[in-house]
């Protein structure tokens, strides 16, 4: 069970815009950065957001994060059969001392 | 550009110690303001933080592994490593060093290792 939670899955047609939620806590998301990494199999995984809301160079605009209170959200824009991959929310957690990821989220492009 | 690359044994018995090293390239490991730390992924589960070292000061573990886990920095031979004690095969996992946490907006991890538990 991971601290952080997110929907198992997404989907969307091409074109479309869909939202990946991730929910935690005060001591958590409230309080600390998150991160939204990009997983296709067999690589690392990829930055789409840091520091909240923030795009690394070279991640294209479509990709967009906010965050609210204990939540956060990645909205994908535009989308194209190349966004079908894992999702993960990630944040530093004060009370366990530590990194937490959120369980992810396995997009898919219909 | 910083490079991080995993290496260690890719089979390990269980109970036994499993011992992996991250090697830098372009970059120096004693930079200051920077956590080096390990994040893994168990055949289809999700990514879980395993710990954290910033450089020169404290170590950070998931209180899950916290009894079991030691992650050290080599600053001779620019390499940090993980040793996880007394492994099962729920240890079983794609191991990724990596530069994290990191508010920076730079992505440094390395490709990440497969090392399975098994006898």
């Known amino acids: 069970q991971s601290v952080l939670t997110q929907p198992p899955s997404a989907s969307g047609t091409p074109g479309q815009r869909v939202t990946i939620s991730c929910s935690g806590s005060?001591?958590?998301?409230?309080?600390?950065?998150v991160y939204w990494y990009q997983h296709l199999p067999g690589t690392a995984p990829k930055l789409l957001i840091f520091?909240?809301?923030q795009r690394p160079s070279g991640v294209p605009d479509r990709f967009s994060g906010s965050k609210s209170g204990t939540s956060a959200s990645l909205a994908i824009s535009g989308l194209r059969s190349e966004d079908e991959a894992d999702y993960y929310c990630?944040?530093?957690?004060?009370?366990?001392?530590?990194?937490?990821f959120g369980g992810g989220t396995r997009l898919t492009v219909l | 550009q910083l490079q991080l690359q995993e290496s260690g044994p890719g089979l390990v018995k269980p109970s036994e110690t499993l011992s992996l090293t991250c090697t830098l390239s372009?970059?120096?490991?004693?930079?200051?303001?920077?956590?080096w730390g390990w994040i893994r992924q168990p055949p289809g589960k999700a990514l879980e933080w395993i710990g954290s070292?910033?450089?020169?000061?404290?170590?950070y573990y998931n209180p899950s592994l916290k009894s079991r886990v030691t992650i050290s920095v080599d600053t001779s031979k620019n390499q940090f490593s993980l040793r996880l004690n007394s492994v099962t095969a729920a240890d079983t996992a794609v191991y990724y060093c990596?530069?994290?946490?990191?508010?920076?907006?730079?992505?440094?991890w390395g490709q990440g290792t497969l090392v399975t538990v098994s006898s």
């Open positions: 372009g970059g120096f490991i004693g930079s200051s303001s920077v956590y």
């Open positions: 520091r909240n809301n």
């Open positions: 070292m910033y450089y020169g000061g404290k170590s």
């Open positions: 005060m001591s958590n998301i409230q309080y600390n950065y």
């Open positions: 990596a530069r994290w946490p990191d508010n920076s907006g730079s992505h440094f």
């Open positions: 990630a944040t530093w957690d004060d009370s366990l001392t530590g990194g937490v």
